[in-house]
């Protein structure tokens, strides 16, 4: 079992900044793949970043070249600094953490006002 715990929401302007941090507990040694999804209203959750156990990343075509995720695998935790938000980016974000099965946190509202 894994427990994920994010924070770091809120609301910035457009153009802001903000970082999300996810902390794993658990069996968290076995934890492969992290990352952050987000699901707008209306809209279906959809992969923002994510981060293997060794390394490689995968970004959503709308976020490269603004957001960067990152891990600090001593820590059991995930990041996604936020650049350059866009009132788009607007969404419920949620940690995602895979081990046999898919794990989420509870989510963490980012609000982009233009």
């Known amino acids: 079992q894994v427990q994920l715990v994010e924070s770091g929401g809120g609301l910035v302007q457009a153009g802001g900044s903000l970082r999300l941090s996810c902390a794993a507990s658990?069996?968290?040694?076995?934890?492969?793949?992290m990352g952050w999804y987000r699901q707008a209203p209306g809209k279906q959750r959809e992969l923002v970043a994510r981060?293997?156990?060794?390394?490689?990343?995968n970004y959503a075509d709308s976020v490269k070249g603004r957001f960067t995720i990152s891990r600090d695998f001593s820590k059991n935790t995930v990041y996604l600094q936020m650049n350059s938000l866009k009132f788009d980016d607007t969404a419920v974000y949620y940690c995602?953490?895979?081990?046999?099965?898919?794990?989420w946190g509870q989510g963490t509202q980012v609000t982009v006002s233009s």
């Open positions: 981060m293997a156990g060794g390394g490689s990343t």
């Open positions: 995602y953490a895979y081990l046999s099965t898919d794990y």
């Open positions: 658990g069996m968290t040694f076995r934890i492969g793949v």
